[in-house]
């Protein structure tokens, strides 16, 4: 199924500034190489690494060109040039932005070999019946294509994107005592003062931001996960503020400014994706993540298909979606921290230490290490906050492209830099 929505502006993306890149983008590629189906595949650094490419070319053989950008650069593309990629590997409150400008098309579920397998939650945005839902952008409300062409969760045989890889975020530190991190107001706590760091993605930052005022009794909202105006300005206004103290050393954009921003300076604390942390832990440093007791903030990921793409590369495409589904790139998600939507298909291809640690909670057996084989656990280590199920059995808000989002992005690009 294939739908083209309303105009959005470029200022909904991009929060009011002009579009540009470092060079342009392609307006189309080969659709072969030396015989073989080329696909574009534009996504970030947490799903876009190296080992799985080659992994996935072997077994399909097919030729991927990884297009890795940071979240916000990732959206501006999948929005103004969707004839530049073939699959969008990004997130679900991306949705938000990509459908309604019709740069992606309906995914056929029947084409979808291990669909059936796929859990519960974003299907119903939890895990369980006797699990609450969180706001934001839950993934269930934007999944099925209905008939009217608009999004929602009633069951239909299209849907907007994939989902696979997901996880429950809070924030991090090094040389900080863990007790110390047991709630999100630690993320503004005068004694930080200078050594906090920030994501600087609005539809992310934002809610850090947001859960660590609340915490503090500093900000408060109706909906967490869908900001009025004067909801926005408010919480703008307390970044601003908390910005001219000097509370954040610094802001970043993708996941390499983040690793780096956490070794800096010793001891840090700040926003930091799961993905980060394995690198860091890697590199040796001692870094310890949040369990709030307020709850995490969630995520949910997914792969879509260009409007543009059609016959063999369409083919290569759900060649590609399967692919993710057969439990390989599961495995390797889940030595980088994340988890995926069908987590029986990867259990084979984790060792029974490596099942118990990452999605029974359970204290490591033997070593844990990362996708290149570096040691990143230690016998006797478990990870925070404990099994899948009671990870994300407490997300209390998704990432969100909120109603507001064009003012939101205007505000927090100001607050940050001091406009």
Not at 223 to 233: H, Q, R, T
Request: proline fraction near 5%; aromatic fraction near 8%; hydrophobic fraction near 40%.
């Amino acid at each position: 199924m294939r739908r083209r929505g309303r105009s959005m502006s470029v200022e909904t993306v991009s929060g009011g500034k002009s579009v540009s890149t470092s060079k342009p983008a392609p307006t189309s590629a080969p659709a072969v190489s030396a015989g073989k189906p080329v696909l574009r595949v534009l996504g970030t650094s947490v799903t876009q690494i190296e080992p799985l490419r080659k992994a996935a070319q072997e077994d399909l053989g097919i030729v991927l060109d990884f297009i890795t950008l940071d979240g916000t650069e990732a959206q501006r593309r999948g929005v103004l040039a969707p004839q530049s990629f073939d699959v969008y590997d990004q997130w679900f409150h991306d949705i938000d932005l990509i459908w309604p400008t019709g740069s992606i098309q309906g995914i056929d579920v029947s084409r979808i070999d291990r669909w059936e397998q796929i859990n519960a939650l974003p299907k119903t945005g939890r895990l369980s019946p006797h699990n609450r839902s969180a706001g934001g952008g839950d993934p269930s409300k934007r999944l099925y294509v209905q008939l009217d062409g608009s999004l929602g969760d009633a069951p239909s045989d299209f849907i907007s994107m994939l989902p696979t890889v997901h996880n429950a975020d809070s924030f991090a530190g090094v040389g900080a005592d863990p007790k110390a991190l047991s709630s999100w107001g630690s993320l503004l706590d005068p004694e930080w003062a200078g050594r906090a760091v920030l994501q600087s993605d609005a539809a992310i930052g934002s809610l850090d931001m947001l859960l660590a005022a609340r915490a503090r009794g500093e900000f408060d909202a109706e909906d967490i996960g869908n900001l009025s105006l004067e909801e926005i300005a408010g919480l703008t206004d307390l970044l601003r503020g908390y910005r001219k103290r000097g509370h954040f050393r610094r802001y970043w954009a993708d996941e390499a400014e983040a690793v780096a921003a956490m070794q800096e300076q010793k001891p840090v604390i700040g926003s930091l994706w799961w993905s980060g942390v394995i690198k860091l832990r890697a590199r040796g440093v001692p870094v310890v993540v949040a369990t709030p007791e307020e709850g995490y903030r969630g995520w949910f990921g997914g792969m879509a298909l260009s409007v543009h793409i059609e016959d063999r590369v369409l083919d290569a495409a759900y060649e590609y979606l399967n692919w993710w589904l057969d439990g390989y790139a599961g495995a390797m998600m889940a030595r980088n921290g994340a988890y995926m939507s069908n987590p029986e298909a990867v259990r084979p291809h984790l060792s029974a230490n490596e099942w118990a640690f990452w999605y029974e909670g359970k204290p490591a057996r033997d070593a844990i290490t990362d996708p290149d084989g570096c040691e990143i656990y230690a016998p006797g280590d478990a990870r925070e906050g404990g099994s899948y199920s009671q990870r994300m059995s407490r997300i209390v808000v998704w990432d969100a492209v909120m109603d507001e989002h064009n003012y939101l992005v205007r505000r927090w690009e100001h607050a940050l830099s001091g406009r």
